[in-house]
C-alpha cells in the first residue's frame, strides 16, 4: 500500500484501472492500521491482492529471493529508498508487480506498461485458496487446508467458530486449519502452540476439537519441548513393543 500510494500520488504512474480501483478501495482499509479484520471495510479486498513472489510472476524474485523473504525485502528497500528520498524512483519491474498485485484483487491482470497487453507476457497467477463465506452454512472440509484442496469427506466437516479474521498467516483464521507455535528461545519449555480444531484426526476421537474453544478466543497452550517437562504434563502414555 505504502508503495502503491507513492506510486499514484508521487510519481503519478499510471496504475491499471483495476489496481487503481483497488487501490481506492483499499485506503480506508489502509488508514484503519491493515488489519486481516473482516469487521473492517476492505479487508475482503486486501485478501484478494496476491503477495505471490517467484521469478514466474516478477523478475525481482531474482534480485531479492522467492517466496515471502524475498518479498519482505523488497518492500523492505523500497521503504528505506522512499524514507530517503520522498520522490523516489521505481523500475518498471518494481512498478508492474505492485500493479499486477492490487489489479489480482479485482482478478484482474494489467497490461503492459504501455497499455498494450502483448507488450508483457502473461505470467500464470497461483490459485489462492478462498475463505469460507459467513454464516450457517460456513463448513471446515475434514483435513482441509490452506492450500485449497478441498475435504477428504463432506461427512466429516465442521462448523468452525465465528472467527474475523480471513488472513491464513494468522491465529484466528477461517481460512484453514493453521498449526501455530510460538518459542521464546531462551526457555524452551515455555513454548506455546495451537493446532485448531484439535489434536485428533479421526471424526470419532474425542480430541478432534479440542483447542476450538482456545481457536475462537486466539489463545494458546502450553507446548514444552524438553521430555522432562513434557513428561509433567503428559495425560496418557503408550508402550510401543518393539
Request: proline share 9%.
Amino acid at each position: 500500500m505504502r508503495v502503491a500510494l507513492h506510486l499514484r500520488d508521487v510519481l503519478k504512474a499510471g496504475l491499471s484501472p483495476g489496481a487503481a480501483a483497488a487501490l481506492a478501495k483499499l485506503e480506508t482499509w489502509h488508514k484503519a492500521g491493515c488489519r486481516m479484520d473482516r469487521a473492517i471495510a476492505g479487508t475482503e479486498t486486501a485478501e484478494g491482492v496476491s503477495t505471490f513472489f517467484r521469478l514466474m510472476a516478477t523478475p525481482l524474485a531474482g534480485k531479492y529471493g522467492g517466496g515471502e523473504s524475498g518479498l519482505c525485502r523488497f518492500l523492505r528497500d523500497a521503504q528505506a529508498r522512499i524514507e530517503k528520498d520522498p520522490r523516489a524512483a521505481f523500475s518498471a519491474e518494481e512498478v508492474a508487480f505492485i500493479d499486477q498485485s492490487l489489479a489480482s484483487a479485482g482478478g484482474a491482470v494489467p497490461p503492459g506498461r504501455d497499455g498494450n497487453p502483448a507488450s508483457r507476457p502473461e505470467r500464470p497467477q497461483p490459485a489462492r485458496p478462498q475463505p469460507a463465506p459467513r454464516g450457517p452454512q460456513q463448513r471446515m472440509g475434514y483435513f482441509d487446508s490452506l492450500d485449497g484442496l478441498g475435504t477428504l469427506d463432506a461427512q466429516g466437516d465442521l462448523r468452525p467458530p465465528d472467527l474475523s479474521c480471513v488472513d491464513g498467516a494468522t491465529i484466528r483464521s477461517q481460512a484453514g486449519q493453521s498449526y501455530t507455535q510460538y518459542v521464546p528461545l531462551h526457555d524452551v519449555d515455555s513454548a506455546m502452540s495451537l493446532l485448531p480444531p484439535g489434536h485428533g484426526e479421526r471424526t470419532d476421537d474425542p480430541y478432534r476439537t479440542s483447542t476450538v474453544k482456545l481457536w475462537e478466543k486466539g489463545q494458546l497452550h502450553p507446548a514444552p519441548l524438553s521430555r522432562e517437562a513434557v513428561e509433567k504434563i503428559a495425560a496418557e502414555r503408550v508402550t510401543l513393543s518393539r
